[in-house]
């Protein structure tokens, strides 16, 4: 072998370490955190708009403020919502509570569930069962479990990529956790 064969040689090879260091540094580089998941999902639940539902309101100046320290804890315990005006249902309306967490339409009553840290949000989920929740819309994330309800936009929100859920679901996990048990959705006379 000439001097050159073996340069060659030893160029390919130190040539296939480094791109095998490289990617195999490149995978582990692709493994988030779990700060940059909380972060991720903190982006993902502000920018799709979570809050709008699952987050309480009291009216302010320029309309409803979210009550921060009942942030995404759902319609809370004890709140009662008003008669609906079943002239507007009829007529094909669907109907809001003022602060947003509860919803009024063909299938009855509905209430934006909590979904804090707390046991009685997502707290003690599995991350399957949160993913379930979103891409099959159901209830808590249980297989047998009934349909999600509308106005819960599952199967948009379910088009999320699977890192994109997971992210959403470690930051549901590190919020603070808030103690509401949401009131079970009212079926129509007909339902």
Request: aromatic share 8%; hydrophobic share 40%; with cysteine.
């Amino acid at each position: 072998m000439n001097k050159i064969e073996l340069l060659l040689i030893t160029c390919i090879i130190m040539a296939f370490v480094a791109c095998s260091e490289s990617v195999s540094h490149e995978a582990s580089g692709n493994m988030p955190t779990e700060d940059s998941l909380v972060s991720r999902g903190k982006y993902l639940v502000t920018a799709i708009g979570c809050a709008d539902c699952h987050s309480p309101k009291r009216m302010g100046p320029k309309g409803p403020e979210f009550i921060e320290e009942l942030a995404l804890s759902g319609f809370q315990a004890g709140n009662t919502i008003p008669e609906p005006d079943l002239e507007a249902l009829k007529n094909g309306w669907i109907l809001f509570n003022g602060d947003l967490t509860a919803a009024v339409g063909p299938w009855g009553i509905s209430y934006a569930a909590n979904i804090t840290s707390d046991p009685t949000g997502i707290g003690n989920w599995t991350e399957e069962n949160f993913r379930r929740a979103l891409r099959h819309g159901k209830f808590k994330g249980i297989e047998s479990g009934r349909d999600l309800l509308p106005p819960m936009p599952w199967q948009g929100i379910g088009q999320l990529s699977d890192m994109d859920i997971k992210a959403v679901f470690y930051f549901l996990q590190s919020t603070h956790p808030v103690q509401n048990v949401v009131p079970s959705p009212v079926p129509t006379a007909a339902g």
